[in-house]
């Protein structure tokens, strides 16, 4: 919902939605395997990631747009070409600029927010019983949101995005939330 209302793309919105399936399906997976039941503590570990996972394609999405739009933009002023419409070895090539821009930063963010929950491993007796299960599952599912992230994400976006990417300034919600912190700033 974010993706289509801030960026006005209805085929951006498959990248997060498939990527959230799959990473959620990869994490009970490697529970499955490893014997951590589903109880209410690993599955609120699962409702936590989700957010994070999905926040990660949000925001290769988000500057893929960017990059598209600016390339316009560019086109647009040095050839004065208003029409048309990349070819798809343009287009690849910019969405792969934009994944190798901030890609390497989600991985690591994730990672990071991964490695926080190591403490929570160390815990023993009752605490430990209550808490193991939803550090594993979160664990697992933000591993899985890290290694989709430079694995599938990309490749998604690749098919979804392309057609024409609506400027940001054309959007009524960009427009009236600039309007509203710009004279915060």
Known sequence: LIILV????????????????VGLLASILVMQIMGINANIMSLGGLALAISVMVDSANVMIENAHKHLENEREKRRTQEGDEG?????????AIITRSCVEVGPSIFFSLLV?????????????????LFKPLAYTKTFAIA??????ITIVPVLMVYFIRGR?????????????????????
């Open 144 to 149: 899985a949101g890290a290694i989709l992230g």
């Open 113 to 129: 927010i991964t490695v926080a929950f190591l403490p929570i491993f160390v815990l023993g007796d009752q605490s430990g019983r």
């Open 165 to 185: 990417i609506p400027r940001e300034e054309n959007n009524p919600v960009n427009r009236w939330s600039i309007r509203i912190y710009d004279p915060l700033f």
């Open 6 to 21: 801030f960026l006005g793309h209805f085929r951006s919105t498959f990248v997060a939605v498939l990527v959230l399936p």
């Open 84 to 92: 048309t419409e990349f070819t798809v070895a343009q287009r690849v």
